[in-house]
């Protein structure tokens, strides 16, 4: 499965295979000995990760070393560190404030055009959120009509969003290049909604904790500049979509958590 990639970037391994539920990845050293990642995506959303890395330039995520279609080569956090342990470790406010952050350089201009391929925000909802909510109807219908709304009425100039901004997708690369981001998806839309999911993070397990959620609500908002409602509407938002995603895979439990999140925020949009 590596093999041509590792004879063609003259590579060498560093570690054991890792396997996720999207994608194969390789720990590897350069010709130049620099400790590498190679990832080879197993479906078609994380084929364009690499792309959009690459147009990122290493501001603010992962420095792409090589990539073509489904393939990418990316400088590796040693440490393999992520913010995960600081939200749960009483670092809360700093785990989000790093997010932030890295949200800002991400989605800071660039000189150059953005990579072809991207999806629309409102398609992502679309496909997913719309026919879930035509079926189940209760919150993931009010969640639809919330987005349409949303979508009808955006704020500030599209950008090229990570799409999928959670604790475990930011890793310490060090001295020199900190915290950044990996594994983002290929998606263009307001730059509110890619901290939605700080607040609804399905691995996090405090993320349905009411006190969390108020306090990292007006955390995030500061930090990010956020309206605060504005945030609360996309956290609503993006909750029924992975509550969607999630009943797609047959996983109503989950999909009851993501749920949970989305009441909190409509609770503390006072509707």
Same mark, same amino acid.
Not at 28 to 39: D, F, I, P, S, Y
Not at 234 to 242: E, P, Q
Not at 254 to 259: C, H, K, Q, S, V
């Given at each position: ?5 590792? %004879? ?8 054991? #295979?890792? &396997? ?10 350069? +010709?130049? @000995?620099?400790? /590498? ?12 990760? @690499?792309? !959009?890395?690459?147009?990122? @330039?290493?501001? /603010? ?9 489904? !393939? &990418? ?7 393999? *560190? ?7 470790? /009483? ?23 953005? =990579?072809? $391929?991207?999806?629309?925000? $409102?398609?992502?909802? %679309? *496909? ?18 919330? #987005? ?7 704020? /500030? ?12 997708? !930011? ?9 950044? +981001? ?13 901290? +939605? ?17 108020? %306090? ?8 990010? @500049?956020?309206? =605060? ?31 949970? #999140?989305? +009441? ?5 949009? $006072?509707?």
């Amino acid at each position: 499965m590596f093999e041509p990639y590792l %004879r063609r970037w003259n590579l060498q391994p560093d570690g054991t #295979v890792l &396997v996720t539920p999207a994608s194969h990845l390789l720990p590897v050293r350069t +010709a130049e @000995g620099e400790a /590498g990642m190679l990832k080879l995506a197993d479906n078609e959303e994380e084929r364009y990760g @690499g792309l !959009v890395m690459s147009w990122w @330039g290493g501001e /603010g995520a992962a420095r792409v070393l090589a990539h073509e279609p489904g !393939v &990418v080569l990316m400088e590796r956090a040693l440490s393999g *560190a992520t913010l995960r342990p600081l939200a749960l470790d /009483g670092r809360d406010d700093e785990a989000s404030r790093i997010a932030c952050a890295v949200a800002a350089r991400l989605h800071a201009p660039r000189a150059a055009p953005r =990579p072809a $391929g991207m999806l629309d925000l $409102g398609d992502w909802f %679309r *496909a997913s959120l719309a026919p879930a909510a035509a079926r189940e109807g209760g919150l993931l219908a009010e969640g639809w009509a919330l #987005v349409q709304r949303l979508l009808a009425e955006p704020q /500030g100039e599209p950008v090229l969003l990570h799409g999928d901004l959670h604790h475990d997708n !930011v890793l310490d690369f060090g001295p020199g290049r900190g915290w950044l +981001a990996i594994d983002p998806k290929r998606v263009i839309g307001e730059r509110s909604y890619d901290f +939605a999911n700080l607040l609804c993070n399905p691995e996090l397990p405090t993320s349905s904790d009411p006190a969390r959620f108020q %306090r990292q609500s007006a955390v995030i908002a500061q930090a990010a @500049g956020l309206e =605060p409602a504005r945030l609360l509407q996309w956290t609503c938002a993006h909750a029924c979509l992975s509550a969607a995603w999630f009943l797609e895979d047959e996983e109503r439990d989950e999909a009851e958590g993501e749920l949970a #999140v989305a +009441a909190l925020a409509r609770q503390a949009l $006072g509707a």
